[in-house]
Nanobody, 127 residues
Framework: QVQLVESGGGLVQPGGSLRLSCVAS????????IAWFRQAPGKESEGVSC?????????YYADSVKGRFAASRDSAKNMVYLQMNSLKPDDTAVYYC???????????????????WGQGTQVTVSS
């Protein structure tokens, strides 16, 4: 059983930056595929960044965030991060980290494929 807890959301002006954190307990994340999803009101859930188990090393980014967002792992702390730069109002959403031990690809699978989810953290980009 894995528990995921996100933090780091907040209100930021357009062009600003935030770093989201997701800490895991119950198991090491090295053996899990990790995804960052976001859900905006009235929109479908979007996988913004995904990575396979840490032996893979590759990271996927949605076109909407490519070049602005960067995901990473810290195995020693059992945490994953999503650095978000050059934020836009369209980035406003609740952001979730998700994990699953059976996904081997770096690509974002459908949300239903991820077994473990954090509680979400609100990111609001507004002037």
């Amino acid at each position: 059983q894995v528990q995921l807890v996100e933090s780091g959301g907040g209100l930021v002006q357009p062009g600003g930056s935030l770093r989201l954190s997701c800490v895991a307990s119950g198991s090491t994340l090295d053996y899990y595929a990790i995804a960052w999803f976001r859900q905006a009101p009235g929109k479908e859930s979007e996988g913004v960044s995904c990575m396979g188990p840490s032996s893979d090393g590759s990271i996927y980014y949605a076109d909407s965030v490519k070049g602005r967002f960067a995901a990473s792992r810290d195995s020693a702390k059992n945490m994953v991060y999503l650095q978000m730069n050059s934020l836009k109002p369209d980035d406003t959403a609740v952001y979730y980290c998700a994990a699953d031990p059976t996904i081997a690809t770096m690509m974002c699978e459908s949300p239903g494929r991820y077994h473990y989810w954090g509680q979400g953290t609100q990111v609001t980009v507004s002037s």
